[in-house]
């Protein structure tokens, strides 16, 4: 009969002890987001993990108190000496060690099937614990969600990805992140350099020839400028050249509005915003000196984000920005 008294107490402080560490080591905002997302698990877990502070001083005051009934108990069955090092052995190992090491694991599913027992200790030692729940509450206040960083989030990402258990794969991981990343960069790191930039002068004749560097370039929106290229004035969108007579200007198929000028430091999720609103697909890079650098798209922003080159069967260069030094490296080797 002793012996199943102590393997009771033992068993007692062990669920205690595995309970304070799983249960307390649950975010509450992470349930929640599980139980939108439908886990019943995550419900029956939260019905007691809400009340955090209650939580964890019922489990602590029943710790402590099967703990000293266990002491006590093994005094009055063998020597002092015995009893406490029987005592000490049995908590450490079977009450504490082995249960927290479980329960941290494999807390919510353990949660889950123990949460009418926790229930019932907040009940019974509701009178006790109540007013010192109360009093953390009012002093330490509400508890705060675990926000993520821009790098924790990307860190967790990848974490995912590498993890044969996840269902995130490479792709999902390349799109995540680069959606996680393009706002802290820059138009200068994407644009298209302005010695790549094909544009029309706005009295350019459009015969024969230049209608086939339009086809064999490939763009659809074109940039127009007035004597030099600086002075950008408006875009020529190929689909206005239908039914265009060869032997016209450029400025009679050109369109002036919505002319979007942005500076190389603009953030891409501002761009991508200013896009957006205008209902723009093209924005003309000029520098504090007022000289113009290039072009950027909305393509551009949009490859930022997914992470890889968007390709179409019209398109004859992948990378201008890669031809543009290339461009640069046969000048100077001409030089």
């Given at each position: 009969?002793?012996?199943a008294?102590?393997?009771?107490l033992?068993?007692?402080?062990?669920?205690?002890?595995?309970?304070?560490i799983?249960?307390?080591?649950?975010?509450?905002?992470?349930?929640?987001?599980?139980?939108?997302l439908?886990?019943?698990?995550?419900?029956?877990?939260?019905?007691?993990?809400?009340?955090?502070?209650?939580?964890l001083?019922?489990?602590l005051?029943g710790?402590?108190?099967?703990n000293?009934?266990?002491?006590?108990?093994?005094?009055?069955?063998?020597?002092?000496?015995?009893?406490?090092?029987?005592?000490?052995?049995?908590?450490?190992?079977?009450?504490e060690?082995?249960?927290?090491?479980?329960?941290?694991r494999?807390?919510?599913?353990?949660?889950?099937?123990t949460?009418?027992?926790?229930?019932?200790?907040?009940?019974?030692l509701?009178?006790?614990?109540?007013?010192?729940?109360?009093?953390?509450?009012?002093?330490?206040?509400?508890?705060l969600?675990?926000?993520?960083s821009?790098?924790?989030?990307?860190?967790i990402?990848?974490?995912?990805?590498?993890s044969?258990?996840?269902?995130?794969?490479?792709?999902?991981?390349?799109?995540?992140?680069?959606?996680?990343?393009f706002?802290?960069?820059t138009?200068?790191?994407?644009?298209?350099?302005?010695?790549?930039?094909f544009?029309?002068?706005?009295?350019?004749?459009?015969?024969?020839?230049?209608?086939?560097?339009?086809?064999h370039?490939?763009?659809?929106?074109?940039?127009?400028?007035?004597?030099?290229?600086?002075?950008?004035?408006?875009?020529l969108?190929?689909?206005?050249?239908?039914?265009?007579?060869?032997?016209?200007?450029?400025e009679?198929?050109?369109?002036?509005?919505?002319?979007?000028?942005?500076?190389?430091?603009?953030?891409?999720?501002?761009?991508?915003?200013?896009?957006k609103?205008?209902?723009?697909?093209?924005a003309?890079?000029?520098n504090?000196?007022?000289?113009?650098?290039?072009?950027?798209?909305?393509?551009?922003?949009?490859?930022?984000?997914?992470?890889?080159?968007?390709?179409?069967?019209?398109d004859?260069?992948?990378?201008?920005?890669?031809k543009?030094?290339?461009?640069?490296?046969?000048?100077?080797?001409?030089?």
């Amino acid at each position: 009969m002793d012996y199943a008294i102590v393997i009771f107490l033992v068993g007692l402080s062990g669920l205690f002890s595995g309970l304070t560490i799983g249960l307390t080591g649950l975010d509450k905002f992470e349930l929640e987001r599980k139980m939108k997302l439908g886990f019943k698990e995550a419900k029956q877990v939260y019905s007691v993990r809400r009340r955090g502070n209650l939580l964890l001083c019922t489990l602590l005051l029943g710790n402590v108190a099967v703990n000293s009934t266990l002491s006590i108990f093994l005094g009055s069955i063998t020597s002092g000496i015995i009893a406490g090092l029987t005592a000490t052995a049995l908590i450490v190992i079977f009450g504490e060690i082995i249960p927290a090491s479980v329960c941290s694991r494999y807390a919510l599913m353990i949660g889950a099937k123990t949460a009418w027992l926790v229930k019932l200790f907040m009940f019974i030692l509701f009178p006790i614990c109540w007013p010192l729940a109360k009093a953390l509450d009012k002093f330490l206040g509400e508890e705060l969600p675990v926000i993520w960083s821009r790098r924790e989030l990307k860190e967790i990402v990848q974490q995912h990805e590498d993890s044969d258990k996840s269902k995130i794969d490479a792709d999902e991981e390349k799109i995540i992140l680069g959606a996680l990343s393009f706002s802290d960069k820059t138009v200068s790191a994407i644009f298209t350099p302005r010695t790549v930039v094909f544009a029309l002068e706005i009295k350019t004749v459009l015969n024969k020839k230049i209608i086939d560097d339009i086809k064999h370039n490939g763009f659809t929106r074109i940039p127009v400028y007035r004597e030099q290229i600086d002075n950008i004035i408006g875009i020529l969108y190929v689909k206005d050249l239908i039914g265009v007579k060869l032997g016209v200007k450029a400025e009679t198929a050109y369109r002036k509005n919505n002319l979007l000028i942005v500076s190389e430091n603009k953030r891409l999720d501002d761009l991508f915003d200013e896009f957006k609103r205008r209902r723009a697909h093209i924005a003309f890079v000029y520098n504090k000196h007022g000289g113009f650098e290039g072009v950027v798209t909305l393509e551009d922003v949009i490859e930022e984000i997914i992470g890889s080159e968007i390709v179409d069967e019209t398109d004859t260069v992948v990378d201008m920005r890669e031809k543009s030094r290339e461009k640069a490296k046969a000048r100077m080797e001409v030089v």
